[in-house]
Nanobody, 123 residues
């Protein structure tokens, strides 16, 4: 599966953005789909995941209640809706796919990656 992330940009504190991850080659319903982010000088870390069935989600604690992962199988696209954005959400965001479950939160558990999209939250 090939993945392409988009939708990043500059947003004010408290604002919203929706990231998209368009998949090609295989349906997103065959994978657990995840989002990771990497802030400058830091490691890439898990943000959210959506199971292949679409029934289960898992979020990193700091984004719970603010971010929502979803998908549109007709468009073969996964989304990350980000609300109430904070400066600490500033990072490059990556989408990824794994054959594992939503509790796979480590990078090496994901075999397919898209390019990143920059999200900058500022005042």
């Amino acid at each position: 599966v090939q993945l392409q992330a988009s939708g990043g940009g500059l947003v004010q504190i408290g604002g919203s953005l929706r990231l998209s991850c368009a998949a090609s080659g295989r349906p997103v319903s065959r994978y657990t789909m995840g989002w990771f982010r990497q802030a400058p000088g830091q490691e890439r870390v898990f943000v959210a995941a959506l199971s292949s069935s679409g029934a289960d989600t898992y979020y990193e604690n700091s984004v719970k209640g603010r971010f929502t992962i979803s998908r549109d199988t007709a468009k073969n696209t996964v989304y990350l809706q980000m609300n109430s954005l904070k400066p600490e959400d500033t990072a490059v965001y990556y989408c990824a796919a794994t054959g594992g479950g939503v509790r796979v939160t480590w990078q090496s558990g994901y075999g397919y990656w898209g390019q990143g999209t920059q999200v900058t939250v500022s005042s």
